[in-house]
């Protein structure tokens, strides 16, 4: 491995893109919202009006992503999140995402944020975060993400959401959402988010003792 690399995992919502964007600036390393490459090749599917769950079609859309999807703005919202969460439980699909996700982080390290970077993609990342924050508070900052965005959403509709795709990515049987056993799990349902990244780089200092920011 050429570069540190950094595992950001934890359930939907609970401030790890955030944390994890802001390790990323500020130790100098690329950023890889993993989410994202599930989200595209939900999305993928949806276009050519496939089954999400059926792992031939979901299978070929993973195959075939393109940086283009990954770009695309229509990653988000109800229909994008349950997508992206049945394609991420079919195996096919996860083992066609694996190696990209991989170089993405040896090429120059990386800091990468999912639910099985310390499991599965980089069991041997040396600093491993498990951000977590309770089901309700997660819900209250998907609910305010998307007022922020003009979307009107019923709350008890979002946590529901929310509950069910936790489940999923919880209960499927290849790479579920769980903290890696060397993992640290940040609780952040009362942090904000300068907390949270002050607690994260309590942790990669004690992880790394060198780490350039170290003297902050
Ligand atoms: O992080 P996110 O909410 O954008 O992820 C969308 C879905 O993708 C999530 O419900 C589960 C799946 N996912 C995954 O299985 N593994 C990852 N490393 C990242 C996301």
């Known amino acids: 491995m050429s570069g540190l690399v950094i595992a950001v995992d934890g359930p939907a919502a609970a401030g790890k893109g955030t944390l994890a964007r802001r390790l990323a600036a500020e130790l100098g390393l690329p950023y890889l919202d993993t989410g994202l490459l ?22 070929a859309a993973a195959s075939a992503l393109t940086p283009a999807d990954l ?16 394609v991420a439980a ?3 699909v996860r083992a066609a995402l694996l190696e990209w996700q991989r170089d993405f982080g040896r090429r120059h390290g990386a800091v990468l944020d999912g639910r099985d970077i ?22 209250r900052r998907r609910w305010l993400e998307l007022q922020a ?13 929310l509950a069910a795709r936790d ?26 988010a300068e907390a949270a990244f ?6 990669v200092r004690a992880r790394l003792p060198r780490t ?3 003297s902050a």
């Open 38 to 59: 599930y989200r595209a090749t939900g999305r993928r599917v949806l276009d050519d009006a496939g089954d999400p769950r059926d792992p031939a079609v979901a299978a």
């Open 71 to 86: 770009a695309r703005a229509d990653l988000r919202g109800p229909e994008a999140d349950m997508a992206a969460s049945a």
């Open 90 to 92: 079919i195996p096919a």
């Open 118 to 139: 310390g499991t599965v993609v980089f069991p041997e990342a040396p600093v491993k975060l498990f951000v977590t924050a309770s089901p309700a508070e997660r819900a």
């Open 149 to 161: 965005k003009g979307i009107a959403a019923d709350p008890t509709v979002v946590a529901a959401e």
């Open 167 to 192: 489940e999923q990515d919880r209960q499927r049987a290849v790479a579920p959402l769980k903290p890696a056993e060397d993992a640290t799990v940040l609780d952040t349902t009362s942090l904000d």
């Open 198 to 203: 002050a607690a994260a780089m309590a942790l």
């Open 212 to 214: 350039p920011s170290n």
